[in-house]
């Protein structure tokens, strides 16, 4: 990497295996004893493409836009997601494809009383104890939201190592999330849309 961005960039350490001290022994860190960080890599610029950008592989949600689809109305729809260890995940996108900084004001109205809702239904799951809600953004173009229920009373699992513990938990049994996905979806279709 011959010309680094910023300065915050060239006071970075690339190469070099940061210290983990400040994560191990944390109440939401998920692992202990001897962590390695893998060693810090440097910046690719320009970023490589995302799906669904030119360049990128074609966006997925654009490809096969009825696929894991749980829930929809005339502008959202919900994917979920078999085989996690979470109670639910679930991503909300729209059904066009926009990104974040190209979102039309009509659907970015309705996004705020859609989060409301689905960490609503995702919440009346037994198994749930709150909705954690995030937007990434690195793998896709098309804007997506990722909903993760973090399990009722589970406090290692607040916060963002949620993501790990997915990865971590033992899979919730496809049957139940079968049944899981039409509870969320049926309890969303009561303020609008219908369950797929
Ligand atoms: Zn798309």
């Known amino acids: 990497m011959s010309e680094l961005p910023s300065e915050y960039h060239r006071n970075l350490p690339y190469g070099e295996r940061l210290s983990a001290a400040e994560l191990v022994g944390h109440p939401f860190f ?25 360049g990128g592989e074609p966006c997925g949600t654009c490809a096969a836009p009825d696929r894991l689809v749980i829930w929809r109305d005339d502008q959202w729809q919900l994917k979920s997601f078999d085989e996690r260890g979470l109670p639910f995940v679930a991503l909300l996108e729209p059904r066009e494809h926009y990104r974040l900084d190209n979102l039309p004001p009509e659907l970015t109205a309705t996004l705020g009383v859609l989060i409301q809702r689905v960490a609503g239904a995702i919440g009346r799951l037994d198994a749930v104890g709150r909705t954690h809600f995030n937007r990434w953004g690195d793998g896709s173009e098309h804007f997506h939201l990722w909903f993760m229920a973090r399990p009722l009373g589970m406090m290692q699992l607040r916060g963002a190592m949620i993501a790990a513990w997915d990865d971590l938990l033992p899979n919730v049994p496809s049957e139940k999330h079968a049944e899981n996905a039409q509870l969320v979806a049926a309890a969303l279709a009561e303020g609008g849309g219908e369950a797929v």
């Open 30 to 54: 998920p692992f202990e004893g001897d962590v390695q960080v893998v060693p810090l890599a440097e910046p690719v610029i320009p970023e490589p493409p995302r799906r669904g950008e030119p």
